[in-house]
């Protein structure tokens, strides 16, 4: 009956290293939504998965960025040769719909990436 | 993108007053949503409006939408210390391509209620 949870909750790694994070969804939500945010400002979409596949990736910023939900359950946020601009905030988000029927979003307490 | 601009950014009450955010977004939507953070870790949902609506309450919470001005306000009545947080409006667009539903945030409010 948890909530959505994130690990780590914090993350040091060096610029080029490669990172995971990890999301895990408040069980039978569908739909799995990656932001980032950034010092200031508003989450930003990442990515978006209904079920398994991601629907919608359209927010990643390059292709070192890639996540996978093999189960339709778990996530993984996968950073390859981890930059500096790459440092933020990564929060997870789930929802029992996707669309506008399920509207509400359930957030996890994020990531916090430092890449030194 | 941020699609969103929050108004004011940051705004210092007294306890028990009422605090009066609103938001500007750009595009069609099909809901509008406000959420909290503390801290700046985790986001928790405050209230959702359907475009077709034009006022919800919440307990303490008022949110108003006009779509014809592309707006939506969040009032807080007899505000405590314990609102202190960042407000953010986010928005679900009404034409989402591949069936995505991913919410377009602003900037936030910053909000500070003190006792």
């Known amino acids: 009956g948890a909530g959505v949870s994130q690990t780590p909750s914090n993350k040091v790694t060096e610029k080029g290293k490669y990172v995971e994070l990890r999301c895990d969804p408040i069980?039978?939500?569908?739909?799995l939504y990656w932001y980032r945010q950034s010092l200031g400002q508003g989450p930003e979409f990442l990515i978006y998965f209904q079920g398994t596949g991601a629907a919608d990736d359209s927010g990643l910023p390059n292709d070192r960025f890639f996540a996978v939900r093999p189960e339709g359950s778990v996530s993984t946020l996968k950073i390859q040769r981890t930059e500096r601009g790459d440092s933020a905030v990564y929060l997870c988000?789930?929802?029992?719909?996707?669309?506008?029927?399920?509207?509400?979003?359930?957030f996890g307490p994020g990531t916090r990436l430092t890449v030194l | 993108s941020q699609q969103g601009e929050e108004d004011p950014q940051a705004l210092s009450i007294q306890e028990g007053e009422n605090a009066t955010m609103n938001c500007s977004y750009k595009t069609s939507i099909n809901n509008l949503q406000w959420y909290r953070q503390n801290s700046g870790r985790g986001l928790v949902h405050l209230i959702l409006i359907r475009s077709n609506e034009r006022e919800k309450h919440s307990g303490r919470l008022r949110v108003t939408l006009d779509t014809s001005k592309k707006s939506s306000s969040l009032l807080i009545t007899a505000s405590r210390a314990a609102d202190t947080a960042s407000y953010f409006c986010a928005t679900a667009d009404a034409y989402s391509g591949a069936g995505s539903y991913q919410l377009t945030f602003g900037k936030g409010t910053k909000l500070s209620v003190i006792p």
């Open positions: 069980s039978g939500h569908t739909a």
């Open positions: 988000a789930s929802s029992f719909y996707a669309g506008p029927r399920g509207g509400e979003q359930f």
